[in-house]
């Protein structure tokens, strides 16, 4: 690669198909599903060469910032380049955010697009597709990586390709919608049809001018909400009226089908969209019986099923392609082959206004976490972690009083004007009315117990006075 690739991360989805483990307040690309790191640090880590990528940038979520801010850093990301979307609008005026952001730059800028929930457990296959791809880019192709099937998948769309272009790049010919199993069949035999992967090397200045060309207003919209962007300690505010005039709409439907320009890298890294339980029950290593085993689990007679538990303990017995997972608050049980329709659990959840369809028990927050124990009437339990070097707001409740009792690390507490410092097993009582403030000094998590009493126990009893992550 001669110079040097702006890598671009879209993280806004929302993985319902992996409920209960991923809800939108915490999604897939959050998570250590296939792996010991998350979805998101291991794309981030694939482009992490300095000699061949710029620090990365993230389109991201503004509910998600401080997560996604901490476990770039985890990984040794300290420059990336953070926008956040103040509403949901598609891939289209994510592109041309990370487009424009880019031509700003370098106008000869070739963005190098990926979904942050995609698993590809080959890295140096994936750089070399990227290589492979590089010079049609150049050239001005809108190069997008399609993946040798070796199934006839209905899950995915699928890409024919043309004639060869230059380099690895072959013309498009048609792109295709999920089919049906003969024609997925039919598509496997024939050989020019490859599955859309949803990753791009894109020119930044030819991607502009499509999106001028075929959707204007995507471009206008994206470009007064960056011309009128706010930076927020280490983030980029797109404008929220400015970017909600754009229309809501793909990359592929915006640009892709209707460009010149689109051209395709048939690639054999390995790859998965991780749509589904049951694309992680292929990536897993399986045992002789085929089953793939997290957590506290027991399986009797059981064959082809995906057991996996953060809370309670999973025991099956007789029981053959299951998908059962388990966390704090849901259980999921769901024959294998029909995992896609584990979506329309989440949208019945969702319009019923039931909790568990969004949130998850454990809420993150900019300083850590804190998880419900139990609740009662005007009680409730939670545990609460803070990380070290942060700090929860200084605040006060007009509804509840407060304990809190350390179990390991130090606490430091503000209380109407007075600090102290508490050490493991030592407490302090927050009365009705108190401004108070909890601070982790240390150099090691504090986790506490907080019990709250009162009349009202919502999380929106809170008056802020000072916030050090601007939520005041």
Known sequence: MSAKIFPVILSGGSGSRLWPLSRESFPKQLLPLAGPRTMLQETALRVADPALFHPVTVIANAEHRFVIAEQLREIGQTQPTIVLEPVARNTAPAVAAAALIAARTAPDALILVMPADHAVPDPAGFLDAIEAGSAAARAGALVLFGIQPDSPATGYGYIRAGE??????????????????????????DGRYSWNSGIFLLPAEAVIAELEAHEPAVLAAVREALDVAKSDMDFLRLDPEAFAKSPSISIDYAVMERTARAAVVPSSFAWSDVGAWSALWKLAERDGAGNVEIGDTLAVDTRGSYLRTEGPLIA?????????????????????????????????????????????????????????VTEGERFQVKQITVNPGHRLSLQKHFHRAEHWVVVNGTAEVHLDGETRLLAENESVYIPLGSTHRLTNPGK????????????????????????????S
Request: avoid cysteine; hydrophobic fraction near 45%; charged fraction near 30%.
């Open 164 to 189: 060869v272009l230059d380099g690895a790049a072959r013309r498009v010919e048609a792109f295709v919608e999920k089919p049906d199993l003969a024609t997925a069949e039919g598509y496997l035999a």
């Open 316 to 372: 099956t017995v007789g029981v053959e392609d299951l998908i059962v997972v388990a966390t704090a608050d849901a259980v999921l049980v769901a024959k294998r082959h029909k995992d896609q329709d584990v979506k329309t659990v989440v949208e019945r959840l969702r319009a019923s206004n039931h909790g568990a369809a969004v949130q998850t028990r454990r809420v993150y927050r900019p300083w850590g976490w804190y998880e419900g």
């Open 444 to 471: 090691v998590p504090l986790n506490l117990i907080e019990v709250q009493s009162g009349p009202y126990l919502g999380e929106d009893d809170i008056v802020r006075f000072e916030d050090a992550y601007a939520r």
